[in-house]
């Protein structure tokens, strides 16, 4: 059974930094692309980033504004979302999620298998 533990959430001001880490873990574990969302109180939860798990290709919700980064440790089966300058309105429970086979599609939570238990991100102004 895959699991996904996430890390990295916290307390912090805005224009500051925090990096969410996604460890996999799993017997036959196989990974094609990795997501992040995010649910702020009262919403729905949102696409955030994507990471192709072989190519490394990446994308983007509009909201980013280049201000986060998604990578990932194949080796170590981990995945990354660097955010950097962030603001009250980033503030949310963030998730990782998998695709553990090919999907046409990386926006749409229904199309990942796999997902983390969330990790709280507050930012103060």
């Known amino acids: 059974q895959v699991q996904l533990v996430e890390s990295g959430g916290g307390l912090v001001q805005a224009g500051g930094s925090l990096r969410l880490s996604c460890a996999a873990s799993?017997?036959?574990?196989?990974?094609?692309?990795m997501g992040w969302f995010r649910q702020a109180p009262g919403k729905e939860r949102e696409f955030v980033a994507a990471i192709g798990w072989s190519a490394g290709r990446t994308f983007y919700e509009d909201f980013v504004e280049g201000r986060f980064t998604i990578s990932r440790d194949n080796a170590k089966n981990t995945g990354f979302l660097q955010m950097n300058s962030l603001k009250p309105e980033d503030t949310a429970v963030y998730y990782c999620?998998?695709?553990?086979?090919?999907?046409?599609?990386?926006?749409?939570?229904?199309?990942?298998?796999?997902w983390g238990q969330g990790t709280q991100v507050t930012v103060s102004s």
């Open positions: 999620a998998l695709q553990t086979t090919y999907s046409s599609t990386y926006y749409y939570e229904s199309f990942y298998d796999i």
């Open positions: 799993g017997r036959s574990l196989s990974i094609y692309r």
